[in-house]
């Protein structure tokens, strides 16, 4: 989906020495905008099509920023319900500008390959819960002894890493629960149609990037995606696990044992 890269220097002298700042950070740097920008237009074709709620370009800006980056144009052809997106990274001394686009004819075919799978399974290696819906239809996975955190079923790596929210209310009664910031993994999936999102939380920062995980990387059902750790607010490792009808990680409105069976 990704159209190419561009690097633009922001004054001559500076392009004179950009390699003394290293080149392989910048090659990081425009993988991951070039993964956000698909995610992104993902997000406004969804939204365009009617899969996903909400206005196609604030969904886009909603996942460019979770990723950090920016959208500096989007726009949407609602006859073809055809989305492109551009998005612009910061990087010392530079900006990286990335381009995608997504449309209902891949969208389609993606519905098609999702009905060839085995379709939704339990996400974690332990088929059993620590807590049962709470935050909407929340609920926290039981997790093995290397805490192997996985897909419920195939689709698109939204965001990864932290999360902005600040400290929930139990962490405010439970100091001790507090471990910093909440690390995540976001992945839109189709469900009966629909366009729906998967959350893992408290995850081990890191963990998806050792496993290849990034925004815009396609996974397959119960491929591992993270690790269980012991970030954000919690008393041991588990996931928080969420499905929703947006891409957010907060204030899941799917029950998850609807897809995925009660353990």
């Known amino acids: 989906m990704s159209a190419p890269v561009l ?9 004179a020495g950009m390699a003394a700042i290293g080149a392989s950070q910048g090659f990081v740097v425009h993988a991951r905008t070039a993964a956000a920008a698909d995610a992104a237009a993902l997000a406004a ?12 370009c604030g969904l886009a800006a909603e996942i460019a920023q979770s990723n950090g980056t920016d959208v500096v144009a989007c726009r949407t052809s609602l006859p073809e319900l055809r989305a492109e997106v551009e998005l612009h990274a910061g990087w010392p001394f530079a900006f990286i500008t990335a381009r995608a686009r997504a449309g209902v004819p891949g969208l389609v075919a993606e519905i098609l390959d999702r009905g060839r799978n085995a379709g939704w399974v339990w ?3 332990v088929r059993a819960i620590t ?7 929340a609920i926290d996975l039981a997790v093995g002894a290397d805490g192997a955190l996985r897909s419920p079923a195939a689709g698109v790596v939204v965001s990864v890493g ?4 600040g400290v929930p209310g139990p962490c405010v009664e439970h100091p001790d629960w507090w471990h910093g910031p909440n690390y995540s993994v976001l992945i839109r999936h189709v469900a009966n149609g629909r366009a729906v999102f998967s959350s893992h939380n408290h995850i081990e920062p890191g963990s998806p990037e050792a496993l290849g995980i990034a925004p815009g990387v396609r996974v397959r059902a119960g491929q591992q995606v993270a690790r269980a750790g012991m970030s954000g607010c919690t008393s041991g490792p588990h996931s928080h696990f969420t499905i929703a009808s947006g891409p957010r990680n907060t204030n899941p409105d799917i029950d998850p044992f609807t897809l995925l069976g009660r353990p």
């Open 131 to 137: 807590q049962d819906h709470h935050d909407g239809y």
């Open 123 to 125: 996400p974690s290696d």
């Open 45 to 56: 074709a969804d939204a365009a099509s009617g899969w996903a709620p909400g206005n196609p």
């Open 7 to 15: 690097l633009g220097c922001a004054a001559a002298v500076v392009c």
């Open 162 to 165: 932290l999360d902005p929210g």
